[in-house]
């Protein structure tokens, strides 16, 4: 099961974390991905980290801005979006997928969170 978190409402240059909490399924074999989806847009991408936080993948769109990071002890995994910009408003997920499989594909993921909203304001 994952509790994504943190969500809220800021304004353009500012700063937010996400929290995205697993239990039931913490093997050290997955990834742990974050998505985005704004209104009529399809999900996409946005990082993913290994689950021994060695490897770390990012979209070109927020790369840069945004870090993903994990604390093993708190089965927790953080998106911590900096620089923030209007484009990026939209209901973000985390997700697992195994370990192998191609991290940036939304098609890798089978267990998905509830998604938390972020808005953007200019």
């Known amino acids: 099961q994952l509790q994504a978190s943190g969500g809220g409402s800021v304004q353009a240059g500012g700063s937010m974390r996400l929290s995205c909490a697993a239990s039931?399924?913490?093997?050290?074999?997955?990834?742990m991905g974050w998505f985005r989806q704004a209104p009529v847009k399809e999900r996409e991408f946005v990082a993913a980290?290994?689950?021994?936080?060695?490897?770390?993948f990012y979209a070109d769109s927020v790369k840069g801005r945004f870090t993903i990071s994990r604390d093993n002890n708190r089965n927790t995994v953080y998106l911590q979006m900096n620089s923030l910009k209007p484009e990026d408003t939209a209901v973000y997920y985390c997700?697992?997928?195994?370990?192998?499989?191609?991290?940036?594909?939304?098609?890798?993921?089978?267990?998905w969170g509830q998604g938390t909203q972020v808005t953007v304001s200019s």
């Open positions: 997700a697992t997928a195994p370990l192998g499989r191609t991290a940036v594909a939304r098609t890798s993921y089978d267990y």
């Open positions: 039931g399924r913490t093997s050290s074999t997955y990834v």
């Open positions: 980290i290994t689950w021994n936080g060695i490897t770390t």
